[in-house]
T-cell receptor, first 112, second 115 residues
Framework: GQNIDQPTEMTATEGAIVQINCTYQ??????LFWYQQHAGEAPTFLSY????GLEEKGRFSSFLSRSKGYSYLLLKELQMKDSASYLC?????????????FGKGTRLHILP | EPEVTQTPSHQVTQMGQEVILRCVPI?????FYWYRQILGQKVEFLVS????????KSEIFDDQFSVERPDGSNFTLKIRSTKLEDSAMYFC?????????????FGEGSRLTVL
């Protein structure tokens, strides 16, 4: 089975940096995604990690440690529009096919 | 930019009725998915579909549910005899094959309300 844990809610200040952690347990790990979801909208892709290390994309970075079953999403220079839920998702390769399973999401509140 | 489209955006139905949710995936994608999100809860995997057959399904996806790709563009989710607890946002997603990330591209969702 799969288990994905991330904090339920976090609060940060506009202009600051925030790190959202995710731990996972899966039988056939084949990559980790971070998605952003604004209330009432569809998830949108932010990042993908399959090898250990840091992937940087503008203000957002994502880190993966496969041996620790751990990832984080780092958001810099926070803006009010970054207020959203951030979903950690793991691709679990089972048998011949894989599926992408989502965690419960971390709701990020940005304060002015 | 190509996108996944879903219809209807919102459907209200009576308990026990059948519902069909429609999706048009991105044209060169080969993997198709249905997810659901009950209000305030997480995005839950329902089913994945590849090469005209189900490749994976979750325990949620029981005999009440079925998927079909009736032609070259549409991908449908049928819910038979809807229950109150089926009320949720249903997201269709597609992804491309090959060495790419396999990133899921989501549609805007179909909100189902069962009364």
């Amino acid at each position: 089975g799969q288990n994905i844990d991330q904090p339920t809610e976090m609060t940060a200040t506009e202009g600051a940096i925030v790190q959202i952690n995710c731990t996972y347990q899966t039988s056939g790990f084949n990559g980790l995604f971070w998605y952003q979801q604004h209330a009432g909208e569809a998830p949108t892709f932010l990042s993908y990690n399959v090898l250990d290390g840091l992937e940087e994309k503008g203000r957002f970075s994502s880190f993966l440690s496969r041996s620790k079953g751990y990832s984080y999403l780092l958001l810099k220079e926070l803006q009010m529009k970054d207020s959203a839920s951030y979903l950690c998702a793991v691709r679990d390769l089972m048998n011949r096919d894989d599926k992408i399973i989502f965690g419960k999401g971390t709701r990020l509140h940005i304060l002015p | 930019e190509p996108e996944v489209t879903q219809t209807p955006s919102h459907q209200v139905t009576q308990m026990g009725q059948e519902v069909i949710l429609r999706c048009v995936p991105i044209s060169n994608h080969l993997y198709f998915y249905w997810y659901r999100q009950i209000l305030g809860q997480k995005v839950e995997f329902l089913v994945s579909f590849y090469n005209n057959e189900i490749s994976e399904k979750s325990e949620i996806f029981d005999d009440q549910f079925s998927v079909e790709r009736p032609d070259g563009s549409n991908f449908t989710l049928k819910i038979r005899s809807t229950k109150l607890e089926d009320s949720a946002m249903y997201f269709c997603a597609s992804s491309a094959p090959g060495p790419a990330t396999g990133e899921l591209f989501f549609g805007e969702g179909s909100r189902l309300t069962v009364l």
